[in-house]
Nanobody
Framework: VQLQASGGGLVRAGGSLRLSCAAS????????MGWFRRAPGMEREFVAA???????TTYADSVKGRFTISRDDANTLYLQMNSLKPEDTAVYYC????????????????WGQGTQVTVSS
């Protein structure tokens, strides 16, 4: 599967952004999908994940209640980010894996190129 993330940008604290990840490949619907991020000088970390049917989601504690992950039938994954904070500044990546959702970076073999999100205070 090939992934292409978009939707990043510069936003003030308290604002919102919606990231998208376009997936190609006939079996997209059977992949669990996730969003990860890497802040400057930090390791890549888990943000959110969704099952291939969309019925199960999980979030990092730092974004719970502010971010929402979703997917549609048109090969697109989304991350709605509300109440953004300066500490959310990072490059955001979408990822895919076969099987159930996971929160560990190494469990995802397919990755998009990343989109920059910058939150100013």
């Amino acid at each position: 599967v090939q992934l292409q993330a978009s939707g990043g940008g510069l936003v003030r604290a308290g604002g919102s952004l919606r990231l998208s990840c376009a997936a190609s490949g006939r079996t997209y619907r059977r992949y669990a999908m996730g969003w990860f991020r890497r802040a400057p000088g930090m390791e890549r970390e888990f943000v959110a994940a969704i099952s291939w049917r969309g019925g199960s989601t999980t979030y990092a504690d730092s974004v719970k209640g502010r971010f929402t992950i979703s997917r549609d039938d048109a090969n697109t994954l989304y991350l709605q980010m509300n109440s953004l904070k300066p500490e959310d500044t990072a490059v955001y990546y979408c990822a895919a894996r076969q099987g159930s959702i996971r929160t560990i970076t190494s469990e995802y073999p397919w990755w998009g190129q990343g989109t920059q999100v910058t939150v100013s205070s």
